[in-house]
């Protein structure tokens, strides 16, 4: 079944360093979704992405849907400490809609 | 608008009983979802409602099942719990239709503890 490898696994960094993530597959998806969470909440939607090769910022947040549709990226510039958490993308496979969801990266940021 | 909303927030139960986890989503949502997450597997994909059907389903054994009601609030029971259940459950609403968004927004899930 198609599956998501989300890297790195995790990140432990200074404030106001740029941190960069991503996630890749074999499979091509039709939507590409990053979500954060933190612990005790459900994961919040921070970017869609719905085009190959769309590039989509939100604040500080920057997320491209990678032209071959298998993969995307979430760049986080001048990171300040709340934005420590679970970062998740998620692939919508075309068939079915269903969301596949990596593995997560957790980000701990140093004050 | 009120985001999604999941009763109870935290639930033990012991091994063998079953229980009912409950889902409103945002008004005007059609498909509600559900995920089960846990450190080791991350989150799995259970099923997803749309419009009172079944319309994906995920690897998990006939143990888990669901329901949506017209006004679109879910459900989801598991029966003859096992210790391996205990997890975060996590019900996600969108408004899909036929080829329409994606986006799914998640409730604050269910902490079960099968003890």
């Known amino acids: 079944g198609q599956q998501l490898n989300q890297s790195p696994q995790s990140m432990f960094i200074q404030e106001g360093e740029d941190v960069s993530m991503n996630c890749t597959s074999s499979s091509i998806f039709n939507t590409w979704l990053w979500y954060k969470q933190e612990p005790g909440e459900g994961p919040v939607l921070l970017i869609a992405l719905y085009k190959a090769g769309e590039l989509t910022s939100n604040g500080r947040l920057t997320a491209q849907f990678g032209i071959t549709r298998k993969d995307s990226f979430l760049n986080i510039s001048a990171s300040i400490p709340s934005d420590v958490g679970i970062y998740f993308c998620a692939g919508s496979v075309p068939s079915t809609g269903k969301l596949i969801f990596g593995q997560g990266t957790t980000l701990q940021v140093k004050p | 608008k009120a985001g999604v909303t999941q009763t109870p927030r935290y639930l033990i139960k012991t091994r063998g009983q079953q229980v009912t986890l409950s889902c409103s989503p945002i008004?005007?949502?059609?498909?509600v979802s559900w995920y089960q997450q846990t450190p080791g597997q991350g989150l799995q994909f259970l099923f997803e409602?749309?419009?009172?059907?079944?319309?994906n389903k995920g690897n998990f054994p006939g143990r888990f099942s669901g329901r949506q009601f017209s006004n679109s609030r879910s459900e989801m029971n598991v029966s003859t719990l096992e210790l391996g259940d205990s997890a975060l459950y996590l019900c996600a609403s969108s408004w899909r239709g036929l080829a329409g968004s994606y986006e799914q927004y998640f409730g604050p899930g269910t902490r079960l503890t099968v003890t």
């Open positions: 409602y749309f419009s009172e059907t079944q319309r």
């Open positions: 008004s005007g949502h059609r498909s």
